[in-house]
């Protein structure tokens, strides 16, 4: 392993280049043209580029401006910034790569081959805590696509979800554990959502997710790719590392997209009945992403903010993401050892 000519990509989801209206929907029409993100062919090849994305983009731009910064988006310049941490940890030379937009996965390869034009090996960490078609599957198989078509010699691996993992659980709980020292009524765990049908393809038994109320609770090997369990789990080992009551903290999913059922509770729901249940101060934090992005900083931090607010809510604070939180980084170094 130490003679091993390796390199390392960090993959996360991507940005548009800038906030204008032509790349939003640029990179609205590739994200949502993703046969797993949108599973469904007529929605995806119809719906998508007549109507979804002309709709939807004008909007998104326009969210995008009011967290876009001087280095541009905040999802890649933190993923920059975190690649960066990482080699000052490591020998190996490390690259970026989005699975939508730029800098794509064949720019993150090629980048490698620069600096050593011998590499023998990729390892490859989607940034994805927990499996999902639309995000770790969608990653890894279209990082095994490019691989592929362009003939490299090098071997390509993955490091698996991490869900559960002892070193990125201790990172989430000590990233959070500063801001548990205010008073505070309940902590939400915000994870991204998924299609309730995306959960059903995944499950490899075929007859174990969504079949009971506590099938996430009960031993199966479906747990392996089922998104719900594995949110639930991150959940479950921080709130236990943090030492949290049980009446204090809950989860709910975020980001839907069309009229689909959905991975309950919503997200956009529970600020609004919160308050009615006697939550006047809460904390939000969002686990499913390592890296602040649309979704955190403009759906949580701003309008869930004002919904939680308007509802009744005194005070709301988001927790950030792990971003380049030293643990971390040193997370991220420590599982290359391996």
């Not at 071997?155 to 801001?179: C, S, T, V």
């Not at 204090?248 to 009615?276: A, C, H, I, N, V």
Request: with cysteine; glycine share 4%.
């Amino acid at each position: 392993m130490a003679n091993l000519k390796r390199g390392i990509i960090l993959m996360n989801l991507g940005s548009p280049d800038s906030t204008e209206v032509y790349d939003v929907r640029k990179y609205l029409n590739e994200f949502l043209t993703d046969k797993r993100v949108i599973d469904s062919w007529p929605v995806r090849n119809l719906l998508v580029r007549t109507l979804i994305v002309p709709r939807r983009a004008p909007k998104s731009a326009e969210a995008y401006r009011t967290i876009w910064t001087k280095n541009g988006s905040p999802l890649v310049q933190i993923t920059r910034e975190l690649a960066e941490k990482l080699q000052e940890l490591v020998a190996e030379p490390v690259s970026i790569a989005m699975r939508y937009g730029n800098p794509g996965m064949e720019a993150a390869y090629e980048s490698l081959l620069k600096k050593l034009p011998d590499l023998e090996e990729v390892i490859a960490i989607p940034l994805y805590p927990h499996y999902a078609m639309s995000s770790y599957e969608t990653a890894v198989e279209h990082a095994k696509e490019v691989h592929r078509k362009k003939k490299y010699g090098f071997r390509l691996k993955f490091i698996p979800p991490f869900y559960q993992d002892p070193l990125y659980i201790h990172a989430m709980a000590e990233n959070i554990r500063p801001y548990l020292e205010r008073e505070f009524d309940h902590l939400l765990f915000s994870f991204h959502g998924i299609p309730e049908r995306h959960i059903l393809k995944s499950d490899t038994t075929r007859r174990h997710c969504l079949q009971s109320a506590d099938c996430c609770s009960i031993a199966s090997v479906a747990h392996a790719t089922c998104y719900r369990h594995q949110c639930l789990e991150t959940m479950k080992r921080v709130a236990a590392e943090l030492g949290l009551p049980q009446n204090k903290f809950g989860f709910s999913f975020q980001s839907r997209l069309l009229k689909d059922p959905w991975l309950k509770p919503y997200t956009d729901f529970r600020f609004k009945e919160m308050p009615g249940e006697g939550i006047k101060k809460l904390l939000v934090i969002c686990p499913a992403f390592v890296s602040d992005c649309l979704e955190t900083l403009e759906e949580i931090a701003i309008r869930g903010k004002e919904s939680f607010l308007e509802a009744g809510g005194s005070e709301y604070e988001m927790i950030p993401c792990l971003n380049t939180n030293p643990l971390w980084v040193q997370t991220l170094a420590d599982w290359l050892k391996i």
